[in-house]
Each structure stands twice: as structure tokens, then as C-alpha cells.
């Protein structure tokens, strides 16, 4: 079972920065936190991840509070195309293990 | 550089019926991983290979479902006979794989949408 909880929709305006949380209380010293989003008939695509500090990278921001039991996954200025499904997934080594994936957040961005 | 490769990209069988599903991972990856999307829900890992090895099948169906990577490049996946339930899209990942310093991320082909009838 996925050890993460996300809300199962959200709704952001164009332009503006899309915030999506994840809960994930269970997690462990040396597990991730990964984030994947999925557009529709597309197969999953990589985010971003982290350990303990918050990372940014071209595509977006993770911020990971200091107990380590929740994260937020920050789009800057969301885009229709960022209208996807978004996975938050806690994981020993992504690229070495498989990934236990939730239902995710459908995230829908207006115009 | 090309991504992970998938064919057929759809599929409809009837059930009872076998149907086999290709994978061609990126180049160099030496993890290959086989998922299963049921509609509405989030991929599930049915298979974890290393090379041409299997590390991880204890979310496969092994009374109907089989997989291999033989030569540790392509990879097939398997299914008979296929049953209602079975209707999901397959999807295909590599890795750079565990032995790989700066391996974390999962790259998925597109997917094969079945639909056993």
C-alpha cells in the first residue's frame, strides 16, 4: 500500500503557483520523497525528489517540512498543459526500487 | 535520446485468449520495470528486472502472467489466459539501475491500453 496521502483533486488559474500537498507520517530516515505526474494516455514522468531539504529543479519545487511527515510539491506558474495527474511517492532509491504509487491528485488548471 | 519504447500501443483480445506486450528500454539501462494501471488508480509494479534478471515478481500473477529479459535489453510481458479483470494499461520503465551513483529516476514508455472482452 501507498504510504502517502493526497487530496484527490485540486484546481489552480493559469499563471498562478499550484500548491499540492502529501502526507506521509509513516515514512522512514532513508526514504524519499518522489514526485511524478502523469498527463492523460501518457505514462508517468519524473519531478522532482528529496531527502530533507528543499529541492528546485526547471520543472518545480519541493518543500519538505522538518519532521519529514509531509511535503508540498510547488508548480510556479501553472500552465494548461500542467493539468495532469501528480503522484507523491516515498521510496529507499526511485531508480533502483519500484515505485508504490497512490491514486494521486488530479490537478486541473483553469484558464 | 529515444525514450522507452512500447508496442502494441493498444490491444483487445477476448478472454481465455494470450496476448504478449514489447518493451525496448533506454539504452544502457540495466532496470526494467513492468506496471500495471487499472483505470482510476495508480500504476502497481508487477515486475522488477536487473539486467536479465528478475529482483522483484511478488505482485505478479505467476499462474497467468510471465515475463522475461533475455540478453538483459528488451523485455516481454506475457499473459494467459487473459481474464475481464486483466483490462489496464501496461506500462514499461528503466533506470539507470542500483549500481548507478546517480540512478533516481524512472523513465515510462507510453503504455500498452488492453482490453480483454
Known amino acids: 500500500d501507498a504510504k502517502t496521502t493526497q487530496p484527490p483533486s485540486m484546481d489552480c488559474a493559469e499563471g498562478r503557483a499550484a500548491n499540492l500537498p502529501c502526507n506521509h507520517s509513516t515514512i522512514s530516515g532513508n526514504e524519499y520523497v518522489y514526485w511524478y505526474r502523469q498527463i492523460h494516455s501518457q505514462g508517468p514522468q519524473y519531478i522532482i525528489h528529496g531527502l530533507k531539504n528543499n529541492e528546485t529543479n526547471e520543472m518545480a519545487s519541493l518543500i519538505i517540512t522538518e519532521d519529514r511527515k509531509s511535503s508540498t510539491l510547488i508548480l510556479p506558474h501553472a500552465t494548461l498543459r500542467d493539468t495532469a495527474v501528480y503522484y507523491c511517492?516515498?521510496?529507499?532509491?526511485?531508480?533502483?526500487?519500484?515505485?508504490?504509487f497512490g491514486k494521486g491528485t488530479h490537478l486541473i488548471i483553469q484558464p | 535520446e529515444a525514450g522507452v519504447a512500447q508496442s502494441p500501443r493498444y490491444k483487445i483480445i477476448e478472454k481465455r485468449q494470450s496476448v504478449a506486450f514489447w518493451c525496448n528500454p533506454i539504452s544502457g539501462h540495466a532496470t526494467l520495470y513492468w506496471y500495471q494501471q487499472i483505470l482510476g488508480q495508480g500504476p502497481k509494479l508487477l515486475i522488477q528486472f536487473q539486467n536479465n534478471g528478475v529482483v522483484d515478481d511478488s505482485q505478479l500473477p505467476k499462474d497467468r502472467f510471465s515475463a522475461e529479459r533475455l540478453k538483459g535489453v528488451d523485455s516481454t510481458l506475457k499473459i494467459q489466459p487473459a481474464k475481464l479483470e486483466d483490462s489496464a494499461v501496461y506500462l514499461c520503465a528503466s533506470s539507470l539501475g542500483s549500481f548507478h551513483p546517480n540512478s533516481y529516476e524512472q523513465y515510462f514508455g507510453p503504455g500498452t491500453r488492453l482490453t480483454v472482452t
Open positions: 511517492i516515498v521510496s529507499l532509491g526511485g531508480g533502483a526500487d519500484g515505485l508504490t
